[in-house]
């Protein structure tokens, strides 16, 4: 059986620090990962993918990425989020990252501005010729992860 650590145990966004499949990153460490913490040299590169600008809905019919200039979305403003309110980066005006530093400015593959939410659905069922529960696991194309 896989052991779980509790969040307090994991490292702070290490999954998002990580990833570089798509963009050099800054090197973040633990202890710099809070937005509190002083970090004067952090000068991550700014990086949004190209299919992220492709699919912007302000642009494109059933777009599902924000626009460039999130700010003249009014829904922006109105946006509900299960992290804290938004925060600002000082100089670029742009939404932070909600959990903290990850070494990279810009969204990457994400196509929200802030948090982008997810959720991966649970597909349980009782198989009918030997009645034992079966579940249906997806490997993402994205990360090879199994949600």
Same mark, same amino acid.
């Given at each position: 059986?896989?052991?779980?650590?509790?969040?307090?145990?994991?490292?702070?966004?290490?999954?998002?620090?990580?990833?570089?499949?798509?963009?050099?990153?800054?090197?973040?460490?633990?202890?710099?990962?809070?937005?509190?913490?002083?970090?004067?040299?952090?000068?991550?590169? &700014? /990086?949004?993918?190209?299919?992220? =600008? #492709?699919?912007?809905?302000?642009?494109?019919?059933?777009?599902?990425? $924000? +626009? !460039? &200039? /999130?700010?003249?979305?009014?829904? =922006? #403003?109105?946006?509900?989020?299960?992290?804290?309110?938004?925060?600002? $980066? +000082? !100089?670029?005006?742009?939404?932070?990252?909600?959990?903290?530093?990850?070494?990279?400015?810009?969204?990457?593959?994400?196509?929200?501005?802030?948090?982008?939410?997810?959720?991966?659905?649970?597909?349980?069922?009782?198989?009918?010729?030997?009645?034992?529960?079966?579940?249906?696991?997806?490997?993402?194309?994205?990360?090879?992860?199994?949600?």
């Amino acid at each position: 059986m896989t052991s779980h650590k509790s969040p307090e145990q994991e490292p702070l966004h290490a999954k998002a620090r990580s990833r570089d499949k798509y963009a050099e990153r800054q090197t973040v460490q633990d202890a710099m990962v809070p937005w509190e913490v002083e970090f004067d040299s952090y000068a991550p590169p &700014d /990086f949004t993918d190209p299919v992220v =600008f #492709k699919f912007d809905r302000s642009k494109k019919a059933g777009g599902w990425a $924000d +626009p !460039e &200039d /999130f700010y003249e979305e009014d829904e =922006f #403003k109105e946006r509900l989020t299960f992290h804290p309110p938004l925060c600002f $980066d +000082p !100089e670029s005006d742009r939404p932070r990252n909600p959990k903290g530093r990850t070494g990279l400015q810009g969204r990457g593959l994400l196509g929200k501005w802030g948090p982008n939410q997810a959720a991966d659905p649970i597909v349980l069922r009782l198989n009918p010729v030997s009645k034992e529960p079966e579940v249906v696991l997806i490997e993402r194309a994205d990360s090879g992860e199994w949600g």
